[in-house]
């Protein structure tokens, strides 16, 4: 999972090739997080996104410190669709820090949507994760750093659900909003994780890793979801990765609000 890395201009930011399944508005996100990262703690109220690679949440405050979380499948586990007598249903799991991703080490999260749509979407999440599993490769190149230029306005086939046979697991009826066109925005860069469909290869290997990131590289790898516990998606304990040499001061794009006084 990478902190604030995957918005731009108060929209969602994705990878080139990657391609939104499910918009849901109305999401609450509570994370149990390293002590040391901020933007982790408190209530978070937005809005999330499952991709052909992974889950995304974007704030909607403008002015949290954190304005997104991205949930690649490979390091998700303990995945669960719970139930409440009272209260929202919701969706609980653990999820692993991708190496350079603004954080390090591993969260709890509770991901609770308030109106409705918890158990389809959670049941999706899951069948992309199994086929996600599927699709690594038995030597994956390294990570590389998460985006933070050369990003444009998506072409429609990103956010529009592609209807065929291959995604017949997705639950459009549940879902049938696609976000705002002028909210998506792409960067020139590949996902770095396998994705739902099997011809979307991984990019080509660029510069080495460290010792923590090949430790993060190999957990990803021998993740795996067991199609006999359909609830469940599992990762791998990996030790905790040293904070990344990636700094703040060179983060993704500017939120809405940044965006708006440099205009003004």
Known sequence: MSLNTAHAQGGVLIFAGERILIYYDGIEMCFEGPS???????????RCYLTTHRVIFNSKDGKDSLQSFSFPFLLMREVELKQPVFGANYIKGRIKAEPQAMWHGEAKFDMYFTHGGAIEFGKAMLTAASLASRNR??????????????????????????????????????????????????????????????????????????????????????????????????????????PPAYGFNTGPPPSYNEAEKKQN
């Open 36 to 46: 040391d990262v901020t933007p982790m703690k408190g209530k978070k109220k937005g």
């Open 137 to 242: 490769p038995p030597n994956p190149p390294p990570y590389y750093p998460p985006p933070t230029s050369g990003y444009y306005a998506a072409p429609p086939p990103a956010y529009e659900p592609p209807r065929n046979s291959h995604y017949s697991w997705v639950p459009y009826e549940t879902f049938p909003t696609a976000p705002p066109a002028q909210s998506v925005y792409m960067s020139e860069a590949p996902p770095p994780y396998p994705g739902v469909d099997p011809s979307m290869a991984y990019p080509p290997p660029s510069a080495p890793m460290n010792s923590h990131d090949a430790k993060a590289q190999e957990a990803a790898a021998s993740a795996y979801y067991d199609p006999s516990n359909a609830h469940n998606f599992y990762a791998p304990a990996a030790q905790a990765m040293a």
